[in-house]
């Protein structure tokens, strides 16, 4: 918004060509988002433990040092879903595209994941919104977005899909680029939800995720760079950079609640909104492939609980000793900070690995 109202008036008033530059928009909504987060946050956990004093149901057959945390409230992914939102209105071209679509996963799924959680809540079980009818609302959703990005995207790319490491490499999918483009957004979704199970396991590999797409949308959408790095370029596509610092901030804002000990939980409203909102960027950008690379621990954490899910009906017996894989190492002993801060050197050597793909080619 402040794009589009002041950016028209550098002619007359240099200060304000600050606007037209994506850096400098993007380190306001990083700041904007996480002040917001910092003045939210008291007054967010203690209307959450007011409203629900129980706090978030802990599953019966979980690590017992879960038990500690009975009382802790949910839903904090509020937190994160209103500042980045308001930041990025705030900072981005509000006429630009993608930026909706991108927004309106994010709350579109930060609203499935909000039932998923009322329903736990008043229903005082891990048991919340019914898997099919929260799955069946993820697809309708990314589909009608999917359906948009199409006719938004160039010639060329709206229905296929960039191989990373290799320059100029298009795989065609035609009519099935929909359903791929759903299958990335859901799947980053419950990735993302399916790794929030510790205090700060999710929240960072999340910001680190969105720190990677904040650099890669910024040169997709650069003609010189795009060209000079031989990738594929998507005109307007740099916006999208601005909603990366929002996301960064809002994602820093909500950790000075949730690392260990948590004050608040995120819950699924902000887990799945997170997921989903990268998922849509990796569509968008034409590097849906990366983001297996980059969020590979959300990847890890994913298979662990195929495999686990797959071998025990195959053989009624588990690989891991519970899963996603986080609680394997839990139950072998591991401490909670142990496991958060080493998920989160993963998360950093696989985000380093994504990005060179930027260049080896």
């Not at 191989?163 to 100029?168: C, E, G, M, S, Y």
């Not at 065609?172 to 199970?197: E, H, K, Q, R, Y």
């Not at 009624?316 to 080493?342: D, N, Q, Y």
């Amino acid at each position: 918004m402040l794009y589009n109202l002041l950016a028209p008036l550098a002619e007359d008033a240099q200060i304000f060509n600050l606007f037209r530059y994506l850096t400098f928009r993007t380190g306001g909504a990083t700041l904007t988002a996480l002040v917001i987060c910092f003045f939210m946050g008291p007054h967010l956990i203690g209307w959450l433990k007011k409203k629900h004093a129980d706090g978030q149901p802990i599953r019966a057959d979980g690590p017992e040092s879960h038990f500690k945390k009975k009382g802790t409230p949910t839903m904090g992914g509020l937190m994160i879903l209103i500042s980045v939102t308001l930041s990025t209105l705030l900072w981005a071209d509000i006429t630009n595209h993608y930026i909706w679509y991108a927004l309106t996963v994010m709350i579109g799924f930060g609203l499935i994941g909000f039932v998923d959680d009322y329903k736990k809540l008043t229903k005082k079980s891990v048991l919340g919104l019914a898997g099919k009818k929260k799955m069946l609302a993820q697809m309708v959703l990314s589909g009608a977005v999917a359906v948009g990005i199409v006719f938004s995207l160039p010639d060329g790319l709206y229905d296929t899909v960039a191989i990373p490491f290799f320059k100029n490499v298009l795989l065609d999918l035609g009519f099935l680029f929909i359903p791929f483009a759903v299958l990335v957004i859901t799947g980053a979704s419950n990735a993302v939800n399916l790794t929030d199970g510790l205090d700060g396991l999710a929240i960072v590999p999340v910001a680190i995720a969105a720190a990677c797409f904040g650099l890669i949308s910024y040169v997709v959408g650069n003609a010189i760079y795009a060209d000079y790095l031989q990738i594929h370029y998507v005109p307007g596509s740099g916006e999208l950079a601005v909603l990366c610092g929002a996301l960064i901030g809002g994602a820093m804002g909500f950790l000075w609640y949730n690392a260990p000990p948590a004050m608040v939980f995120m819950g699924d409203t902000g887990s799945l909104a997170l997921g989903g909102v990268l998922g849509t960027m990796a569509v968008i950008t034409k590097h849906e492939l990366v983001l297996a690379i980059i969020g590979g621990l959300f990847v890890m954490e994913t298979v662990s609980v195929m495999i686990q899910v797959a071998y025990f009906k195959m053989t009624g017996k588990r690989v891991f000793l519970m899963a996603p894989l986080h609680h394997h190492f839990e139950k072998l002993g591991w401490s909670e900070p142990t496991i958060v801060i080493r998920f989160w050197i993963i998360a950093v050597v696989l985000a380093l690995v994504g990005l060179s793909t930027l260049k080896l080619r």
